[in-house]
């Protein structure tokens, strides 16, 4: 849960900095949500800004 929790954040800041990559960090966020928090897993795929990013992968 943290390690997801902090890739969340970082994947989230990456939307606003150019610095931060956003894909890679909501990837690892997703595969760590899966198994320990399936509320978490499904906000990130039901959220606007960024079921985008990692809907492309989970198909």
């Known amino acids: 849960m943290i390690i997801g929790s902090v ?3 970082v ?3 990456g939307i606003i900095l150019p610095l931060f990559p956003t894909t890679p960090f909501l990837l690892l966020s997703i595969a760590c949500f899966m198994g320990s928090s399936n509320k978490l897993y499904s906000f990130i795929l039901k959220n606007r800004y ?3 990013y990692v809907k492309d992968y989970m198909s």
């Open 7 to 9: 890739s969340l954040l």
């Open 50 to 52: 960024l079921a985008p």
């Open 11 to 13: 994947g989230s800041l």
